[in-house]
């Protein structure tokens, strides 16, 4: 197996966790680290070369892959200046700010003859996982809503993230991962999508928002995230015809609950309530669900280099396909589409 040879341009937060990650690999070297600030190449490993810029970095490192962990607007700078040195490329997400720049950055590599992929990690996240095993073993029949929700209650975006320029706000942080998932969950085109979009806090960048889907198969899905959003979230809500699955952290904890009959065999049973009587609102009656663990998985955000690794040697192909990524960034120009008319957007309809 052929080594990474890897150089970093921008070794802040994201810079520093994946020079960690790199540290866990026998097959992949960290040679070079590139920041413009000065501070942040202090702590760079023993041994790594430091620059001050990418070009000098292109120019002097024994390098063949780049990963781009600058901040946002400056990806598709470093990623051609990558590719033009004939270095394959990881960039960090948001991978562009437009479709437009990330198509000019895909035929940069695809010109160069280099690899392109980006670090969308988080479909190796565990709860995510968890979720998508449900939905492709079927295990609660057929499926009519995803829930996928995050609320935090810290309110404030940090450091460039405050700036709209910067690539700021929650749609362009973890919105690209939260839609990317739903995208890899559910194998259907986008019939439509309704978003709402929101600056609760912050005054220039979003910190709320909610997607709506619906796609082609008749599962509708729904993300929701919320940076001031102060009570507990459920992170995962999947129902179907035959069971309701649900997730309560990024940790995977949950359940799956079944009922033992269909709802035409229920007794009709009248239950008084604080609202009222009703006959399909009450307290379950007792014995009727049962629960069932959710499925085990085993999956760390290492994954996602060990299947670079092997697309590198041309052992598989890319996993995160810029076909994939342009689809997310498509969804998240209809999304800011239907957040401004306050209409639901066609999209991919045949
Ligand atoms: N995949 C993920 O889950 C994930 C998580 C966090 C951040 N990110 C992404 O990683 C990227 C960086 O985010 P961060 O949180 O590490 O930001 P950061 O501000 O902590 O680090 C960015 C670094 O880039 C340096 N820099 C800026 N312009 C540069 C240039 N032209 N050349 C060289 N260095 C330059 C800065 O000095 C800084 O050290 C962003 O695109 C962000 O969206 C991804």
Redesign the pocket.
């Known amino acids: 197996m052929e080594k990474i040879r890897l150089g970093i341009?921008?070794?802040?937060?994201?810079?520093h966790n994946d020079a960690d990650m790199m540290a866990t690999f026998d097959d992949i070297d960290l040679v070079a680290v590139?920041?413009?600030?000065p501070d942040?190449l202090t702590d760079a490993p023993e041994g790594v070369e430091t620059y001050s810029?990418?070009d000098d970095m292109l120019a002097k490192a024994d390098i063949n892959v780049v990963m781009v962990?600058?901040?946002?607007p400056?990806?598709p700078e470093m990623v051609k200046k990558a590719a033009a040195a004939k270095k394959h490329v990881i960039c960090?997400?948001?991978a562009a700010m437009s479709v437009k720049e990330f198509d000019e950055m895909v035929a940069a590599c695809r010109e160069n003859g280099v690899l392109f992929t980006v670090?969308q990690?988080?479909r190796w996240d565990k709860d995510y996982r968890i979720m998508k095993e449900v939905y492709d073993q079927g295990l609660v029949g057929d499926m009519y809503i995803i829930k996928s929700q995050l609320y935090g209650f810290n309110g404030f975006m940090h450091?460039?993230h405050v700036f709209p320029e910067m690539g700021g706000g929650m749609l362009y942080?973890w919105g690209v991962?939260l839609i990317d998932q739903i995208l890899n969950m559910v194998d259907s085109p986008i019939v439509s999508l309704y978003a709402d979009v929101q600056n609760v806090i912050n005054e220039k960048v979003d910190d709320y928002f909610k997607i709506i889907f619906k796609f082609a198969n008749h599962v509708t899905a729904e993300i929701e995230l919320g940076t001031y959003y102060l009570t507990p979230a459920r992170r995962w809500f999947i129902g179907g015809n035959k069971g309701s699955a649900i997730i309560d952290g990024f940790g995977g904890e949950g359940k799956i609950v079944h009922t033992r009959h269909l709802l035409e065999n229920v007794p009709g049973k009248i239950t008084m309530t604080a609202a009222g009587p009703t006959r399909s609102f009450g307290p379950a009656p007792e014995g009727l669900l049962y629960e069932e663990p959710l499925p085990e998985v085993n999956v760390s955000h290492r994954m996602y280099f060990e299947h670079f690794l092997k697309a590198f040697n041309g052992e598989e192909e890319i996993i995160v396909r810029p076909e994939q990524v342009r689809r997310v960034l498509c969804v998240m120009d209809a999304v800011r589409e239907s957040a401004k008319t306050g209409q639901a957007i066609a999209f991919e309809q045949a």
């Open positions: 341009v921008g070794f802040g937060f994201m810079g590139a920041d413009t600030n942040m810029n990418i962990s600058t901040p946002n400056s990806h960090e997400k948001p670090h990690q988080r450091d460039w942080d991962h």
